[in-house]
Nanobody, 123 residues
């Protein structure tokens, strides 16, 4: 069972990036999925989540209106479109999966985690 995040890189403020998270080993089509991030010296924080059908999404206030989470269950892949990036978005981004929507922004309740992909936004 593996979640593989990719798509990170070095960009300038105002640029866009799209992160992907591919699942292997099992299907996560009935799992809720989320993105978290951890900046140097800071705790891991919630970014966005999506229900297993994709009908519900939830965002941290800091990314609302700039980031968009989506999923393609046929491809077993989760996405995070990040627009209008800011230097404070610099972090390692992790994808994760859990069975239920309850407490969707709580990292401690997720069952599966990807290895992370680094996003660096220069000013």
């Amino acid at each position: 069972v593996q979640l593989q995040a990719s798509g990170g890189g070095l960009v300038q403020a105002g640029d866009s990036l799209r992160l992907s998270c591919a699942a292997s080993g099992r299907t996560f089509s009935t799992y809720c999925k989320g993105w978290f991030r951890q900046a140097p010296g800071k705790e891991r924080e919630f970014v966005a989540a999506i229900s297993w059908r994709g009908s519900s999404t939830y965002y941290a206030d800091s990314v609302k209106g700039r980031f968009a989470i989506s999923r393609d269950n046929a491809k077993n892949t989760l996405y995070l479109q990040m627009n209008s990036l800011k230097p404070e978005d610099t972090a390692v981004y992790y994808c994760a999966a859990k069975k239920t929507w309850a407490y969707i922004n709580s990292s401690t309740l997720y069952d599966y985690w990807g290895q992370g992909t680094l996003v660096t936004v220069s000013s």
